[in-house]
């Protein structure tokens, strides 16, 4: 589990520094205001998959991928995010 996104975030911060030609991860790192359009519309879309009981894992995987790159084109790092949660934990 963890090896996916850790794979995932490799792939975010990969194609930030060596952008590939074509790439839909390039493309939502190069245009933030699509990028945070995409978060917004993939987290709509589980909520309705969620109140429908459709689609919820396709749905929550966009999210999770949306929300990384954004994060990542913003230069917030996933790790100050994690530490974050883990000073909430009680």
């Keep these: 589990m963890l090896h996916t ?47 429908e009981n459709s689609n919820k894992i396709h749905e929550a995987a966009d999210v999770f991928y949306h929300l990384l790159i954004y994060l990542e084109a913003n230069d917030i790092k996933i790790e100050e995010v994690m530490s974050e949660l883990e000073k909430r934990r009680k």
Excluded: F, H
């Design 5 to 51: 996104l850790e794979n995932l975030i490799k792939l975010a911060r990969g194609r930030k520094s060596s952008p590939v030609e074509g790439s839909y991860t390039n493309k939502l790192l190069a245009d933030k205001s699509l990028s945070k359009e995409k978060v917004l519309e993939e987290v709509n879309e589980l909520i309705e998959a969620v109140e």
